[in-house]
């Protein structure tokens, strides 16, 4: 007779691993290390580890780095005319040419009291109250200092960050900024989506913090990561891409019945809230313009037509001047 300990010994999968950690925790107490290392081997387990922020990262070996910059901003709500920045976070850090980050140089943080209440749905995401930036108030000046160096800012969502930022720090409308939503092609990477916590959480990592220095860290470290089945970090396919000139084309007055195949061809719709055009646009890289108002012409308005074009780069791209 088979004695109960041996028989389960032999199970495989989630319980016999189960088993094992059991069996071997009464014997020789495992860490918590060793216990998720054991659960790893199994195809029945993925294990995320809390996310601890590092400023040392590759080394230079004597080559030269360039600067970057973090941002991230919490806000009253979503439309920078009428809403107000409540906690600016930044973190600067160097990186090689080939992308790869070396280390953290600085961080930045400061709370700003709005004009008006924090709202409720405000502070259950964010944390943030009003007691917290009672009293507090974000300098121009200082911020400006702080990113003097940097030679383009990163941010995950720079549509919304940058719209922000620039209203009350108006020396950030001069610089490169580089976007970690809009310009990885997450789904194409293998991702299939592109919001920090389900990125973290693919790189096997979790935070708990919704705060502007927390998730500037743990972008940092997506940042960090190599794509799959490509010899480049994530930092260097953004910032290759970043560089392109694109070509924003404005679908205006289209026929609304005609919406879906818009939406299907990737065009994304602009409410006209910011002073940009209410209006269907898309954007596509330089030289694909004419391909582009050619099926305007053909499928959408079937006639000749000149539609309202803009030419984008790093400096003017998710800018209020755009």
């Known amino acids: 007779m088979h004695s109960p300990i041996a028989s389960d010994r032999v199970h495989s999968g989630a319980h016999g691993a189960r088993f094992h950690?059991?069996?071997?925790?009464?014997?020789?107490?495992?860490?918590?290390?060793?216990?998720?290392?054991?659960?790893?081997?199994?195809?029945?387990?993925?294990v995320l580890r809390r996310l601890i922020p590092r400023s040392e990262f590759a080394t230079s070996n004597g080559e030269a780095v360039?600067?970057?910059?973090l941002l991230d901003v919490e806000t009253t709500g979503l439309n920078p005319a009428h809403d107000q920045i409540i906690e600016l976070g930044m973190v600067k850090f160097a990186y090689l040419p080939d992308g790869r980050t070396t280390r953290v140089l600085d961080t930045f943080s400061c709370f700003n009291q709005p004009s008006v209440p924090i709202p409720a749905e405000v502070t259950?995401?964010?944390?943030?109250?009003?007691?917290?930036?009672?009293?507090?108030s974000l300098d121009p000046d200082r911020v400006a200092a702080f990113a003097a160096d940097a030679v383009v800012v990163i941010a995950h969502n720079a549509a919304f960050d940058r719209k922000f930022i620039e209203r009350c720090c108006p020396s950030f409308e001069h610089r490169a900024w580089a976007c970690s939503v809009s310009e990885i092609e997450w789904r194409n990477h293998g991702f299939e989506g592109s919001r920090l916590p389900y990125l973290l959480m693919k790189a096997g990592l979790f935070h708990e913090a919704h705060r502007a220095v927390d998730d500037c860290l743990a972008l940092l470290e997506i940042l960090a990561l190599q794509l799959p089945h490509h010899n480049q970090t994530v930092r260097s396919?953004?910032?290759?891409?970043?560089?392109?000139?694109t070509i924003r084309i404005w679908a205006e007055h289209s026929p609304f019945?005609?919406?879906?195949e818009l939406k299907r061809r990737g065009y994304r719709w602009s409410d006209g809230t910011d002073g940009r055009p209410k209006?269907?646009?898309?954007?596509v890289d330089d030289g694909d313009q004419n391909a582009e108002i050619e099926f305007l012409q053909k499928t959408i308005y079937l006639r000749e037509l000149e539609p309202r074009i803009q030419s984008l780069t790093a400096f003017n791209r998710f800018s209020v001047r755009g």
């Open 21 to 46: 950690l059991l069996t071997m925790n009464m014997t020789n107490p495992l860490t918590l290390a060793e216990m998720a290392a054991a659960l790893e081997q199994s195809p029945d387990y993925r």
């Open 66 to 69: 360039k600067t970057a910059l």
């Open 124 to 136: 259950a995401l964010t944390g943030i109250t009003d007691e917290m930036v009672d009293g507090h």
């Open 237 to 245: 396919t953004l910032l290759e891409r970043a560089r392109r000139k």
């Open 257 to 260: 019945e005609l919406k879906d």
């Open 279 to 283: 209006s269907w646009y898309i954007d």
